[in-house]
């Protein structure tokens, strides 16, 4: 039993969809699917036609193009209302969501019998529990260097505009920071309640610390990439891994003794087509896939 994980299947591309549908069957394993599965609920329904079959449980969080609503689309829901109607979808599937209990990963039946016997007392203690926690905290513009009062104006400076400014609509929050911090507050509230002994593995689209959303070409880019809230979580809940999306640059870095893992698949031009999609799965459990680690941090690079 492994726990694997991807993201950023966009399969608003036919290439990635036709992927999809060659992907070998693992009947015994977990998949974590870390967002941006498409623009279209249509495109979460086909990714969990094809994986609910072939894993023993998906566990599902939103990225920014799944609540992507073109503005002038009027049949279509936007914002709580699109997060809404893609949990309903993943219900349907039975795949967890941020809005579903986090789910134990490997946890020990009591009653069943093993090789030392079914006496309590001639049990081995249980390990300490490792939970799976999908986590929707969005951004709220704070990633970036100090000093800097308009963020937004800041990346506009070098060319970059993230278009959720456009096609993300918050509604009913007044703003997509505003829901981001209502979002943050809850879900820290469910992280404390987890009991004291356990681990984490802890998803999210969005990456967790702003020193990993500065992505070398387009270090600006950070503004829509995740809130400075979350940066302690990784250590203050007892993370034995990271899972996050977003930026379509595949590493795998150590923060703070934790392995932080991107494990985006991207568009068609972000993979290599013959490996096949099968090939960008990365285990976390129970070992954490070390791929992609970098030549050197790419993320450590001056702040401007």
Excluded at 115 to 122: D, I, K, L, R, Y
Excluded at 197 to 224: E, G, K, N, Q
Aim: some cysteine.
């Amino acid at each position: 039993m492994r726990l694997l994980a991807v993201s950023d299947l966009h399969l608003g591309h036919a290439r990635n969809r036709e992927a999809l549908t060659g992907m070998r069957s693992h009947p015994d394993d977990w998949l974590i699917l870390a967002g941006d599965i498409g623009e279209k609920p249509a495109h979460l329904v086909f990714a969990l036609e094809q994986l609910a079959p072939r894993f023993a449980q998906l566990i599902w969080v939103p990225g920014n193009h799944d609540l992507w609503c073109p503005p002038d689309a009027a049949d279509r829901t936007r914002g709580q209302a699109r997060y809404e109607e893609l949990v309903a979808i993943c219900r349907t599937f039975g795949a967890l969501t941020p809005e579903d209990p986090y789910a134990q990963f490997g946890a020990i039946n009591p009653s069943a019998p093993y090789e030392g016997g079914t006496h309590p007392a001639s049990r081995p203690p249980a390990p300490p529990p490792i939970y799976v926690c999908p986590l929707f905290c969005l951004y709220d513009y704070t990633f970036h260097p100090r000093g800097i009062t308009d963020p937004v104006a800041w990346a506009k400076e070098t060319g970059v505009v993230c278009g959720d400014e456009w096609m993300l609509s918050p509604a009913p929050w007044p703003s997509r920071t505003a829901w981001c911090h209502a979002r943050v507050d809850a879900t820290e509230a469910r992280l404390r309640a987890l009991p004291g002994d356990a681990s984490t593995i802890l998803i999210s689209h969005w990456p967790l610390r702003y020193d990993l959303a500065r992505p070398p070409r387009v270090p600006r880019f950070s503004v829509w990439c995740g809130t400075t809230r979350t940066e302690h979580w990784p250590t203050q809940f007892r993370a034995r891994a990271v899972v996050s999306g977003h930026l379509h640059m595949r590493t795998s870095l150590m923060r703070d003794d934790v392995p932080h893992l991107e494990v985006s698949l991207g568009y068609p031009r972000d993979w290599t087509h013959h490996r096949g999609v099968d090939f960008y799965l990365r285990e976390i459990l129970p070992n954490t896939d070390a791929r992609f680690v970098p030549a050197r941090d790419p993320f450590m690079i001056p702040y401007s």
